[in-house]
């Protein structure tokens, strides 16, 4: 089987699996009224009105009907019907009958395993029997048809798979990500909060959060300027006429955020930072020496997302994005393109990820500039990713309305994708603003415009880092890389004697004075996952040593302060964990 | 004479000199209507509706006929009349007749000098011949009434001192002060741009001003932690509520940008900081043992200012605050206060402003708190100055409603005051929001907040920053350190090889490989006020040295590469510049 076929049987299997789910409901609850049950990514759910509220405890009821009901290994069995024996089939069924109601054609199909029967159009595996691993996970609230408006449903979420071990191996996984889950850790470890008050989607970034995001900015500053880009700044807002000749107030407007008015004229927040610095780069005549021109910004814009969809730092409704605009002559746009995934790729590895997944999008239906250029600059993405050596795919039509673009994705501790780089080329604002450089020949000639990020914004980029990492960042990312333990007041002094020749060499160091017991305070410390734990007692004090122990635990016993130096300093150097 | 009463004098010989102008003016254009004439700070204007426009070289014209009036020592005579009088007088004076009706008495006064009537409340000098050195500056448009549905008027602007030698010294200053204007030279350095387009008074950062800001910053946020500030971050809008809460919608209103709809809820640009850090700071429950909590961020507001009132950076819509708020006890308040002062004075050291003044602000006639904990906190306030041996002047009523605060204004290179750090303690926020800690008793207790900046914003700052180093920046903060500047084309690669040593040591360098010749290429880099420029030719290639000129264009000859990397890395350390 292709892995297309693999997935449009499990797909198959997963309805299956919750048409099931409505029998076994059904059997328990013979007055339910169903809304919809659709096989989703790794399993499936359906919407009941149900007479009572169900709680956990009724999951391992319904699984066990559900057991009952693949053990019989029922047919299912498509039928044709008009509407009129539909809706007298479904007649106690309102949601249904308003389904029924809003199908185009005067024929609809339906479905039956055994008692039960579904409006459906399918298609379904052949029995029951062929259902393998399921299991049922939790219990939602769920809006019938998404609206807030119409009675709120309880929504049952299964999961289903072939085989009962990548069952266990996906439920282990969940359960790993459970644990990872930044908005938990974010909390934990103090990194962040959002706040109802102030609105969803908006973080505030607490002291931890900000050092984290502070020692990625120095670096991302850094490895920018040392690749010839340009770091600027601009405003949060403008005028919202710069965004009708960007064309954003056509495209874009649904996530726009609704305009101030100042004076008579409106302006808006900004959603993107390419027009502030399309504006510098027409500050002056530039001529075709001076470019490229690799403008840098975190830049944090706002974009209006529906709050259904927000999640912790992942999905928010203001990010800093680590942004660049490079304005460069077609003949450079190639040398640009291989600039810029290198980077990437540099960064990515840096911070961990070695996996990834690229994607070259191509001209969609609705495009800006010519054919001729679209094909050209494909063509450069093509070949700096074929010259590279990368394995990518080809995303036919999935370009911007203004040019090709690469998309990496990076695959994390748990396998999982999310957004990281992209790399767009622009044909679209150099046109609408008029962006040129003066040629050789002396005359006017239109720049090609990359939008690009490499860690993708400030925000999910932490999500991304936080769960990879389970929040036990590598050294140079820890917002506290030691604390120092004593065992006993009398080793205080010590204690703080040797933070603050740590520190003299730039390691995050905190000593832990509380009068509680050593092992609450190392407890504590693991918590908070602080790469090492420097305990000092009589023995340390007396031999100006140290005594290690990691966050994994590991105890590595006693050494002198000059050896953990050198071996904290060369972890950070290195950029990794110290035996993670 | 008390300073005061110099003042008074002094605005009274000004007040004088804009009636001696409208006379010199009726002289030479009798069909002048006149609008209004008031002193202001160091001169005085006129504003007139006139059948011609006024250029430069009217103003000696002018200037001599007012000589002649003041040769003339005219007595300046006060009248009283009621308004029927005084319409009669002035009734072909159509914006002196709107002035009339709007007097409250039925009593005006009149100031008569020669054939010249003014209605006008004085005082005024004797007579004409009171009138010491003057000069007339400049014309400009301006509405009657400030309105610009009036028409637009002439205002001629003057200047007048005691002495010819004080108005010497202050045209002087004026013309330095012109040459450091930071807007010109903001555009002469590449440090920034404002644009129509995007909207007035919000800036764009070129390259070169995020590296000013930049080193800035980051030496900000090192001293801030070293003083055990914790840097958050918050963001940019947040529900209108929030500052329905805190009272800033009632008392801010019109500074505020009006609010963005977004799923039903009022959402505003933030003009401040604080009700985010409130917000971090209510994530937790905090103990006494906790406090202080400093919070600082180097947070970026927006707010509403008239465009009339906009002036290059100095005067924004949009600007970066180098904020922080102290949660403490009542007990350490004090103490806060006194790191804060010293903080504020280690910042403006460390930017060569050794000269300030400060002002303590008390309690308003609209207040919020209580009468008792304003004496406390304004005792406080008042103690921290006194022990710290600081010379302060009262400024009585002037605290904001929320708390008395001290105010400090930096007096830069031409004897400008500039608005610098405020310390401002608030009794109102903490309430509104509930803002408490666990004391030692185990009960709630409200913690008192200080709000305060050490360098009020960035904008502000290297608006000034610019101004009083006219531009060429202590060596630390030029955004180019040092140019290399090769004799001829065969020196090249001796000079790129230079420019990589020394940014192995951090010195920022560029090599000016262009083929131009090397006056131009010396005198570009000191307009751009690059501090050092090394000049290679044959000899310096031979003997491994360099040649070293300043961009004061002092030549210091030749020197080993070391000996110049020690010189300015020991000036770099200093924070100063080299023989400016």
């Known amino acids: ?47 009941f009105e149900l007479p009572q509220a169900l709680v956990a405890d009724d999951l391992p009821v319904i699984e066990a009907k559900m057991k009952e009901i693949i053990a019989a290994d029922v047919p299912f069995v498509r039928e044709e019907m008009d509407k009129a024996k539909a809706r007298q089939l479904f007649s106690t069924q309102h949601y249904k009958l308003e389904l029924i109601e809003e199908l185009p054609d005067e024929i609809v199909t339906i479905y039956r395993q055994g008692s039960f029967i579904d409006l459906c159009r399918g298609p379904h595996v052949n029995s029951t029997g062929d259902i393998k691993a399921f299991k049922l996970t939790n219990i939602a609230g769920a809006y019938w048809r998404g609206d807030e408006k119409h009675p709120m449903l309880q929504r049952i979420y299964g999961v289903a798979f072939e085989t009962e071990p990548e069952l266990e191996d996906y439920l282990a996984r969940l359960a790993e990500a459970g644990k990872r889950d930044h908005r938990k850790l974010g909390k934990e470890l103090d990194l962040f909060s959002l706040h109802d008050e102030a609105g969803p989607g908006l973080v505030h970034w607490h002291p931890k959060g900000v050092l984290v995001r502070q020692i990625i900015e120095d670096f991302w500053k850094e490895e920018h300027r040392k690749r010839g880009y340009d770091i600027v700044c601009t405003p949060h807002i403008a005028k919202v006429n710069l965004w009708k000749t960007s064309g954003h107030w056509d495209f874009y407007r649904e996530n726009l955020y609704s305009p101030m008015d100042v004076e008579g004229q409106e302006y808006i927040i900004k959603p993107m930072n390419c027009l502030g610095h399309i504006l510098i780069y027409k500050t002056q005549l530039r001529s075709y020496r001076s470019l490229p021109l690799r403008y840098a910004e975190l830049g944090t814009v706002y974009r209006y997302e529906r709050s259904g969809v927000l999640h912790g730092l992942a999905r928010v409704r203001g990010f800093t994005q680590d942004d660049a605009h490079i304005f460069c002559r077609p003949d450079q746009l190639e040398a640009e393109i291989v600039g810029v995934v290198q980077l990437a790729r540099f960064m990515m590895d840096t911070f961990g990820f070695y996996d990834y997944e690229l994607l070259l999008s191509t001209r969609p239906e609705k495009y800006a500039g010519t054919i001729q250029a679209w094909e050209e600059a494909t063509e450069s993405l093509r070949k700096v990713l074929e010259d590279l050596k990368l394995d990518y795919r080809i995303d036919p039509g999935e370009g911007v309305f203004y040019g090709p673009k690469i998309d990496i994705k990076l695959r994390d501790a748990l396998g999982r994708l999310w957004q990281g780089p992209t790399i767009q080329v622009d044909f679209n604002l150099p046109q609408r603003f008029d962006v040129n450089y003066v040629g050789d020949d002396g005359s ?27 929040g ?11 604390v120092v333990i004593p065992v006993a ?3 205080l002094d010590y204690a703080h004697q040797l933070a603050v020749e740590l520190r003299g060499e ?13 092992n609450l305070k190392i407890r504590e410390a693991q918590l908070g996952k602080v790469p090492y734990m420097i305990v000092v007692g009589d023995r ?41």
């Open 1 to 47: 089987m292709t892995s297309e076929e693999k997935e449009a049987r499990l797909e198959k299997m997963r309805h299956s699996a919750a048409h099931v789910m409505a029998e076994a409901v059904q059997s328990l609850f013979p007055e339910t009224k169903f809304g919809i049950g659709p096989a989703i990514e790794d399993g499936f759910y359906y919407d």
């Open 506 to 518: 730039s390691i995050r160091v905190q000593v832990d004075d509380r009068s509680e017991r050593m």
């Open 444 to 470: 006017e000639h239109r720049v090609i415009m990359v939008h690009r990020t490499v860690l993708g914004s400030m925000e999910r980029f932490m999500a991304c880092l936080i769960e990879h990492y389970a």
């Open 489 to 491: 007041d009398r080793h």
């Open 472 to 482: 036990a960042f590598p050294v140079w990312l820890s917002p506290v890389q030691a």
């Open 540 to 580: 340390e004090l007396a031999t100006s040593a140290v005594s290690l122990r990691l966050r994994s635990a590991e105890d590595l016993g006693s050494q002198s302060l000059s050896e953990f130096k050198n071996r904290v300093k060369s972890i950070i150097e290195d950029k990794t964990s110290d035996k993670l």
